[in-house]
């Protein structure tokens, strides 16, 4: 915005002609009512019509002034008016141009927003699926156990029936006199033998001078023995038992000791005088 001082004298340049008629006629009006003030002057017209005169150049002379004046800043408005015009048109465009893009981000954020609401709506279902398929996974797992409880008490029962038809069949052998129905008991111990190894089952057997293991061996006692040597099986009293590696009952058995010979009592009867002397 220019101030007064740098605007008037570019209207007196512009307009000097006018300027200089106007204050001309200016000083006259004035020279005039000054005349007709005053009451010593001499003048050849009468005063009242001199007054009327000068005030009717005043009035001229200022209303020129003053027309001057505002053909100026109407000139200046109009210089003006096409960089407010494009102005507000650079405004309108940047107006529409923004009011598109909102318009446009506008768009994309319903867009976007109704794509949250789908995904949102999808993952409630997946949510609510998986909820089912856990219930269902849950329901199958605890059937599962509960059939697995099922199986290893059936597993322990057919392991407990096998060992007692086992000592069965044990029992008849040790009982039975008759060779011909022992060998028929054996031979059915054979076949029981083998179908129940088919199932990972098998019978510990200790047979005379084996070696002792305390992993299948249960010792029951010891005994002397000259055809045993001292630590191993003598006999076995009862079979064991093991499913797999798992051993489910050990053997009993007895061990033998060392003989005691003539040599041994010989050398012990000295001892025993000398503690009684």
Request: charged share 30%; aromatic share 8%; glycine share 4%.
């Amino acid at each position: 915005m220019r101030n007064d001082k740098s605007t008037t004298p570019s209207h007196l340049k512009k307009h000097w002609l006018l300027y200089g008629i106007t204050a001309t006629i200016l000083i006259i009006s004035l020279v005039g009512l000054a005349v007709a003030v005053l009451p010593n002057a001499q003048v050849k017209i009468q005063r009242d019509t001199l007054f009327v005169i000068s005030a009717i150049y005043l009035l001229a002379s200022c209303s020129f002034f003053l027309w001057i004046y505002l053909r100026n800043q109407d000139q200046e408005f109009v210089g003006v008016l096409p960089k407010v015009i494009d102005e507000l048109k650079r405004i309108g465009r940047e107006y529409f141009k923004n009011t598109s893009a909102i318009e446009d981000n506008s768009e994309r954020v319903e867009k976007l927003h109704n794509r949250i609401e789908q995904e949102i709506k999808r993952l409630e279902e997946s949510n609510n699926s998986f909820v089912e398929s856990n219930k269902s996974i849950e329901k199958i797992l605890m059937d599962l156990r509960q059939e697995n409880g099922n199986l290893q008490r059936e597993l322990l029962y057919w392991n407990q029936s096998t060992i007692e038809f086992f000592q069965v069949l044990k029992r008849a052998l040790e009982t039975e006199q008759n060779e011909e129905k022992q060998k028929v008991i054996n031979k059915n111990i054979q076949d029981f033998e083998q179908v129940v190894n088919k199932r990972g089952f098998y019978r510990i057997v200790s047979f005379a001078n084996g070696e002792f293991d305390e992993n299948e061996h249960e010792c029951k006692g010891e005994e002397q023995s000259s055809k045993t040597k001292p630590g191993y099986i003598v006999r076995c009293d009862r079979w064991g038992y093991r499913l797999g590696a798992k051993v489910l009952q050990r053997a009993e058995v007895i061990l033998a000791l060392k003989p005691i010979n003539s040599n041994d009592s010989e050398q012990l009867m000295p001892l025993e005088a000398s503690t009684t002397t």
